[in-house]
């Protein structure tokens, strides 16, 4: 695996993040110097980081009872006692509504003192009861996905279709609440981490509709979610600028931004509008990038992500005689391929009509196939979103 890469990954995991903010003894926790007292805490863990995270509490407790949603596929496995239930990205089918019921139950019917929700990146998929019937919902949100939506603006929508979203978990709690977060959303608005499902949600049904509106859809009715709940309290433990950072003093460069938004091949003439024009960094130079660009999906759809946009929309325009640009996803998974993303430097030539057909079907990792240019780690047990990593040598 390529060095930089593999630091990123170093860099993204959960179970360090957790070691450097949280203290567990066998009936208290602490976190930002607040204590949480228990005897029969339950571990709720739910996304692309919950093995990971639950790790961290199971082999510090003695006595807990835990449940884990993790995406199908994800190798990861608990270190102790847990019921792992097996869940689907990037659309939810019968395993989320199942998984959702089985929390909603838990929460309901187990007796506990202390709940440890933690929450990571690719939840809203795993872990779903929506108020709308199945079919009715899956449709939605597959409409929703390849819109070309925010994050935010996707699960607004989420938490006002859900029975688990938008902070009702939280208000079915019978104790005390503690979520810890692993965002992958820029800008780290934890209640749109995973579609907030034990945070207070200020977003309303008119919110839902207006957004709903801007792609044409609407929905026959919408519920309000819960804007209170003093018995949670949310906590940020890792995002992405806790791996640009490290891997900017490493690389010796700089961050450029770590809330990139907008259309992913966008993202990539913009990459190549800096390192085309001279003079703007003194050379050579290293720029990092974080964050969550869009892709919009029209017409056909081939095996493609947003990471592949990247890199192809930024080779169609790149014109400097030396470059190298990664753009790698944390958790391993760009849209529907198998890739974590892709490297591309000045020794690939493409013509551009063979770039701009790709693009235009959405089918950026076929091509990228061809030229040898893909990075392939398998899911990686974590999400902090998409790194970005530009080389002027």
Not at 102 to 126: K, N, P, Q, T, W
Request: net charge neutral.
């Amino acid at each position: 695996m390529d060095q930089i890469v593999k630091r990123i990954l170093e860099l993204s995991d959960p179970e360090t993040a957790l070691k450097k903010k949280v203290q567990v003894q066998q009936n208290e926790l602490t976190i930002n110097g607040s204590r949480f007292q228990f005897t029969k805490p339950l571990i709720i863990s739910v996304g692309k980081a919950s093995v990971k995270m639950a790790n961290f509490f199971i082999t510090r407790l003695i006595s807990y009872e835990a449940i884990i949603v993790k995406p199908k596929g994800d190798p990861s496995k608990p270190v102790g006692k847990a019921l792992v239930m097996e869940s689907s990205h990037p659309y939810p089918d019968e395993s989320s509504f199942r998984a959702g019921q089985v929390v909603r139950e838990a929460l309901i019917s187990l007796d506990y003192d202390l709940v440890i929700f933690l929450l990571s990146g690719g939840a809203s998929s795993l872990l779903e009861d929506p108020v709308y019937s199945p079919e009715v919902y899956v449709d939605v949100m597959k409409r929703l996905v390849t819109s070309g939506l925010t994050i935010e603006e996707i699960n607004v929508v989420r938490k006002h279709m859900s029975g688990v979203k938008g902070g009702r978990l939280g208000a079915l709690s019978k104790s005390k609440v503690v979520t810890l977060v692993i965002s992958d959303v820029p800008g780290n608005d934890l209640d749109v981490v995973g579609s907030g499902p034990t945070l207070p949600d200020p977003s309303t049904v008119e919110d839902a509709r207006a957004i709903l509106e801007k792609i044409g859809m609407s929905v026959p009715k919408l519920e309000e979610t819960p804007k209170d709940l003093p018995n949670v309290s949310s906590y940020l433990i890792m995002d992405i600028r806790e791996v640009l950072s490290p891997l900017a003093n490493e690389l010796g460069g700089g961050i450029l931004s770590s809330e990139v938004r907008g259309e992913a091949k966008f993202l990539g003439a913009f990459l190549a509008s800096i390192i085309n024009t001279q003079g703007i960094f003194k050379m050579p130079y290293t720029l990092l990038l974080g964050g969550e660009p869009e892709v919009t999906i029209t017409g056909e759809r081939g095996k493609g992500g947003r990471n592949g946009e990247v890199c192809l929309s930024f080779l169609e325009w790149v014109r400097a005689p030396r470059f190298k640009l990664y753009a790698i996803a944390t958790d391993g998974v760009d849209g529907n391929s198998e890739y974590a993303g892709c490297i591309v430097d000045e020794t690939f030539k493409i013509p551009r009509r063979r770039i701009e057909a790709a693009l235009r079907h959405h089918s950026s990792y076929e091509l990228l196939e061809q030229i040898g240019a893909t990075v392939k780690t398998g899911p990686t047990g974590t999400n902090v979103n998409n790194v970005y990593v530009l080389m002027a040598p």
